[in-house]
């Protein structure tokens, strides 16, 4: 058993989430019970995932997406309500953790990426969000546009959009920032790397992809991001001797 505060600190102390300007609240969202004997995580705080993590009986709720983004309505309607309505019944906490998740070195959604994809990491990739967000690196064996595709759909358990001029062209560097990075592609292209991995697409980047000739995958945004908050839940639970398991929620994008 360990307390809320404690594993709520332990966390902001870890991913340094005072440190980040982001687009919503990093740490504890919705204030469950004091003890926590067993957590839960997941990428999205979606309603399937608190029903789920109650099935389970879990005290507390980890994510990367949660709630209370710039630009939600301030009222407490709609999904909204029931979302918090559901945590506040069952008196469960909810944390959740955005960019200071995508950005840690030891656990978060890029550094899992290269581990899972087989990259050497060799630096940093700026990101539109003003801070050096994703990463650069190279494969550990080069492999075709059309190979790398089909490793990504076995890998990341999602078939990806491929834009390339060349389905044959041999890709050894490589830039990667998870999530709706697509914008980022221009870091990508400044470093003259061989392709550029991300989440989400965009329309416009189908048009710089083919004229600047670097090698696009948009791989799912879910896709892409279910390693990090894994790799949270089982820090946590190593830390405290508590119960952790990881709930994926299946989503196309």
Same mark, same amino acid.
């Given at each position: 058993m360990a307390s809320r505060e404690e594993i709520t600190e332990y966390c902001n102390r870890l991913l340094q989430a005072k440190h980040f300007n982001d687009y919503c609240p990093n740490g504890l969202q919705v204030e469950g019970k004091k003890e926590v004997n067993r957590i839960v995580s997941g990428v999205s705080a979606c309603l399937d995932l608190l029903q789920k993590a109650q099935q389970e009986n879990a005290d507390m709720i980890l994510v990367h997406h949660g709630y209370f983004w710039k630009n939600d309505s301030k009222c407490i309607t709609g999904y909204h309500k029931k979302r918090l309505q559901f945590l506040l019944k069952h008196d469960i906490s909810l944390l959740a953790y955005h960019l200071p998740l995508d950005q840690h070195a030891e656990i978060g959604n890029n550094?899992? #990426?290269? +581990?899972?994809?087989? *990259?050497?990491?060799?630096?940093?990739?700026?990101?539109?969000?003003?801070?050096? #967000?994703?990463? *650069?690196?190279?494969?550990?064996?080069?492999?075709?546009?059309?190979?790398? +595709?089909?490793? #990504?759909? +076995? =890998?990341?358990?999602?078939?990806?959009?491929?834009?390339?001029?060349?389905?044959? =062209?041999?890709? +050894?560097? *490589?830039?990667?920032?998870?999530g709706a990075a697509a914008d980022d592609i221009q870091y990508a292209i400044e470093n003259n790397v061989d392709a550029f991995i991300t989440g989400e697409p965009a329309e416009r980047i189908f048009h710089i992809a083919k004229e600047t000739d670097i090698t696009f995958y948009a791989c799912g945004h879910h896709a892409t991001e279910r390693y990090g908050i894994q790799a949270l839940g089982k820090k946590v639970a190593n830390q405290f001797k508590i119960d952790h398991n990881f709930i994926d929620i299946p989503c196309p994008i």
């Open positions: 550094v899992m #990426l290269a +581990k899972i994809i087989e *990259i050497d990491t060799t630096g940093r990739l700026p990101s539109t969000c003003g801070i050096e #967000l994703g990463n *650069i690196g190279t494969l550990q064996r080069p492999v075709s546009a059309e190979y790398l +595709k089909n490793e #990504l759909h +076995k =890998k990341l358990q999602q078939n990806p959009l491929m834009i390339t001029n060349n389905p044959n =062209k041999i890709i +050894k560097t *490589i830039a990667w920032c998870s």
